[in-house]
């Protein structure tokens, strides 16, 4: 298997500077070549084509479908969401790969505890929510992802992943790949957590778990070191 991590993270322009914190914590704590591909509305116009949902809460609620083809269905990729900070080395997420299934993810059974998220959203309640904020594709069973598909199929059945055969296709990755603040207590052991509601550089969750832990890794994105004089 390639020891190459090909991440696929979502771009929001309400929420830029998410995707950077994101990569710094990946890329400053990985053992491993990391690339980064942002999935970024203007980037993917000419491919990515379906009218904007009125539910959908970020840019890239759907365009995230598009990671096997953008991967030409070749290898392993992992996405994630932006508002996401990585605690440990991805590595070690990327050795949970299995070749038995088309994709991986943290399998959550909650009903969100909040009715409205950041920036005034609807918190759409589902099966299998949130399961696809954090998705290792297996990209070459994955090409049922084409195009076609991702561009006209509902809502419900991209992150239902009902463009699997069977639920028996979907692996199953522990929780802590995907920990939802305030959905969940707060864990010293958690991996990569998730700021479901709303990231922190949001005022109304600036003091939520793992907080300060992202306005640090947000210091290190802006970090310069300057001659002395």
């Known amino acids: 298997m390639s020891e190459n991590a090909n991440v696929y993270i979502g771009f929001d322009s309400k929420e830029v500077v998410a995707y950077h914190v994101l990569c710094q914590s990946i890329l400053?704590?990985?053992s491993i070549p990391v690339?980064?591909?942002p999935i970024s509305l203007n980037n993917v116009e000419k491919i990515f084509t379906r009218e904007r949902n009125a539910l959908q809460s970020t840019e890239f609620s759907f365009s995230?479908?598009?990671?096997p083809y953008l991967s030409n269905y070749e290898g392993w990729s992992l996405f994630a969401d932006c508002d996401m900070l990585m605690r440990t080395d991805i590595a070690k997420l990327w050795e949970l790969r299995d070749d038995r299934y088309a994709?991986?993810?943290?399998?959550h059974?909650?009903?969100p505890k909040v009715e409205t998220k950041f920036l005034g959203q609807v918190q759409t309640k589902y099966e299998k929510k949130n399961w696809s904020s954090v998705i290792l594709f297996n990209n070459a069973k994955c090409r049922k992802l084409d195009l076609d598909y991702v561009n006209s199929a509902t809502?419900?059945?991209l992150h239902q992943f009902k463009w699997l055969e069977s639920e028996e296709l979907i692996g199953e990755l522990p929780a802590s790949w995907n920990w939802l603040v305030n959905e969940y207590d707060y864990s010293a052991d958690a991996n990569l957590v998730h700021f479901t509601d709303g990231g922190p550089y949001f005022e109304e969750?600036?003091?939520d778990d793992y907080a300060e832990e992202w306005f640090a890794a947000r210091d290190r994105?802006?970090?310069?070191t300057q001659r002395s004089r």
């Open 103 to 107: 994709a991986m993810c943290v399998k």
């Open 205 to 207: 969750y600036k003091n």
């Open 155 to 157: 809502g419900l059945e």
């Open 64 to 67: 995230r479908f598009l990671v």
């Open 221 to 224: 994105v802006l970090h310069v």
């Open 35 to 37: 690339s980064f591909t």
């Open 28 to 30: 400053e704590k990985s």
């Open 109 to 111: 059974n909650y009903v």
